[in-house]
């Protein structure tokens, strides 16, 4: 380990007194204590994130509670600062505060969590929304397939090798321009969950997709869907139609049913 290994602008702060007799490996892994209220407020809202290390998710709440109350910097992220193996009773082991960051796994992921910490940052055992997807499987999508008939020979692309579209269990919203395929997939989700706002499709449509001519495009591809439970069904072509007598796995309301009913 090295003495006084802190990044900075040359040797202005590391030749500073109050760092005398104090051994450092990173960043910001420095006796606090000597600074003042002041200075220590303004180093710690400089920084995009805190790094914690706490004995417990409570202490960590409790923690992040406190520097919020003193109007700083309470992005905390919370490491595990490891000298002992999980198994061991000391506060500074592997496991002891788990930290879930919901993001891509980027840099730009990270960025991400600046701009929304709270709703992307999450220290304890499990975030309530994964526990919930664990416990309710086969109420959560997790991708789907569609592809064109073996042996179907048409002009059009469409979905042609198209790969699997999957589908994050904290989706909100399809976003994408006018003929980009939001209803497409919408529809066809629609279809698998056995909508029975079939009749309001927008895009498996008899004046649409649906059409039989110059040629049936709908029967010429087909889809599957699977759950998060590991359930895969069966492909289907497009061109099936909803079993009204068995229940809606998923409920859909199309856009032409809004129009229909609410205006």
Known sequence: M???????????????????SSWKDRVGVISLGRFKYCRKKDIINKVDFVFISSENPNAY??????LKKQGVNHNLLDCSDAHNNS???LKDRIGKCFTWIKADTTFEGLR??????DDRVFVGDIPPSKEKVEKNPTKFLKALSIRKVAGVDIPELWFDRMPDMEFNSGLVAIVGNKGTGKSAIADIL???GNSHNYNDFSFLNPKKFLKKKPYHLSSAFESSLQWQSGY?????HLSNEVDYSTTEKIKYLPQNFFRKNML
Request: zero cysteines; a negative charge.
């Open 61 to 66: 709440d409790n923690a992040k509670e406190k």
């Open 232 to 236: 895969k069904t069966d492909f289907k």
């Open 190 to 192: 629609g279809l698998h």
């Open 2 to 20: 090295k003495k006084n290994n802190f990044i900075t602008e040359g040797e202005y702060i590391p030749s500073k007194s109050l760092f005398d």
């Open 87 to 89: 198994s061991s009773d």
């Open 112 to 117: 991400q969590v600046l701009y929304e910490f």
